[in-house]
């Protein structure tokens, strides 16, 4: 079981920044990435941004990001206190959705944080 607890969401207007946070807990060292989703009213839930362990082949961390937000956000883990971020900058409107927390496992299980809402201003 992992848990994962999110904060940081909440209204910015258009060019600001936001970070969130996303602390896991439980059987963490199963732990194979960590992504932040968002979920757009009516539209489906996207990926935004990965941080994964790197394989024996390409070693460090790896990091993926969808196109759309490539070059304003960034994801980073704190392995000390268990805790992913995503630092969101030069927000538009278009970024405004729900950002869900996910743990993927080495077993292919995902867990889910309860979400946090981003609402852009323009």
């Known amino acids: 079981q992992v848990q994962l607890v999110e904060s940081g969401g909440g209204l910015v207007q258009a060019g600001g920044s936001l970070r969130l946070s996303c602390a896991a807990s439980?059987?963490?060292?199963?732990?194979?990435?960590m992504k932040w989703y968002r979920q757009a009213p009516g539209k489906q839930r996207e990926l935004v941004a990965s941080?994964?362990?790197?394989?024996?082949?390409?070693?460090?961390?790896?990091?993926n990001y969808a196109d759309s937000v490539k070059g304003r956000f960034t994801i980073s883990r704190e392995y000390a206190n268990n805790t992913v971020y995503l630092q969101m900058n030069m927000l538009g409107p278009e970024d405004t959705a729900v950002y869900f927390c996910?743990?993927?496992?080495?077993?292919?299980?995902?867990?889910w944080g309860q979400g946090t809402q981003v609402t852009v201003s323009s």
């Open positions: 941080i994964s362990s790197g394989t024996v082949i390409t070693s460090g961390t790896v990091t």
């Open positions: 996910n743990a993927h496992m080495r077993t292919g299980y995902d867990y």
């Open positions: 439980g059987s963490i060292f199963r732990l194979a990435a």
